[in-house]
C-alpha cells in the first residue's frame, strides 16, 4: 500500500462528500487524528476499517488500496463500442457503452468477446409486417440455450430476454442499420 496515494484518495473522496475529517473519524469511530495522519501519508487506514471506509465513499475496497479511481476516458458512450457483461453465476445481464469495472456475485465480470456465428449459432430473419422475424435452431433446454438477442441502434438498446424451452422465434422492429448481438449460455456473445 503506497499510503502517500490512499491519503490523497482518502482526502479527495472526503472533499467530494464534503465531510469534515470530525466527521468522517465519527462515522467509522476512530479519533479525527487518525484521519488527519492517514491524509497526510503517514500510516494507512486498518484492514478492518477498509469496508466501512469503502462504503462510505461508495468505491470498492481495491480502489482505495490502490490509491485510485479508475476512469474511463470521456467519449459519449459510442454506441458501437457497447460491451456486454453477463454473470457465470447467476446470469445478470449487464451493458455498458464502455468498458466498467463490474462485480456481481462477488466476481469481477470482463466484457464478453464477440465470436463468429458458426452454423449452430446462425440466426435466420425475414420481414414480416414491417418487423424482423427472427428464428433460430439453435437448442434451447436449461444447460445450452439463447439467453438474450440485443438489438443495438445509434441510440437505443432494444433487449429480449430468452428462457429455456421457448421456441426459437421472436420478433423486433426492423431498423436499418442495427446490429444484433445475441448470447449462448455455453458458447458466449455473437453478433451479426
Ligand atoms: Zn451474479
Ligand atoms: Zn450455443
Given amino acids: ?32 487524528r487518525t484521519v488527519s495522519k492517514w491524509e497526510r501519508g503517514i500510516g494507512c487506514p486498518d484492514i478492518s476499517l477498509l469496508p466501512s471506509l469503502a462504503s462510505l465513499f461508495g468505491v470498492s475496497v481495491e480502489d482505495i488500496l490502490s490509491g485510485e479511481l ?16 453477463v454473470c457465470p453465476i447467476c446470469g445478470n445481464i449487464i451493458y ?13 465480470l470482463e466484457p464478453l468477446e464477440i465470436n463468429k456465428p458458426d452454423d449452430l449459432h446462425h440466426l435466420n430473419i425475414t420481414e414480416s409486417d414491417g418487423e424482423d422475424y427472427i428464428t433460430f435452431e439453435h437448442p434451447m433446454n436449461k444447460d445450452h440455450y439463447l439467453s438474450f438477442v440485443a438489438q443495438v441502434m445509434y441510440d437505443r438498446v432494444m433487449l429480449v430476454k430468452l428462457y429455456p424451452e421457448q421456441s ?4 423486433m422492429p426492423r431498423k436499418r442499420g442495427s446490429k444484433l448481438y445475441y448470447y449462448c449460455t455455453q458458447d458466449g456473445l455473437f453478433m451479426i
Fill in 1 to 32: 500500500m503506497n499510503s502517500l496515494k490512499v491519503g490523497q484518495l482518502i482526502l479527495a473522496l472526503r472533499k467530494e462528500k464534503k465531510m469534515t475529517q470530525k466527521e468522517l473519524a465519527d462515522q467509522l469511530l476512530i479519533s479525527d
Fill in 70 to 85: 479508475s476512469c474511463n476516458v470521456l467519449d459519449g458512450g459510442n454506441m458501437k463500442r457497447i460491451k456486454f457483461y
Fill in 96 to 108: 455498458s457503452m464502455n468498458t466498467i469495472d463490474i462485480a456481481c456475485c462477488g466476481r469481477k
Fill in 168 to 171: 426459437g422465434a421472436l420478433r
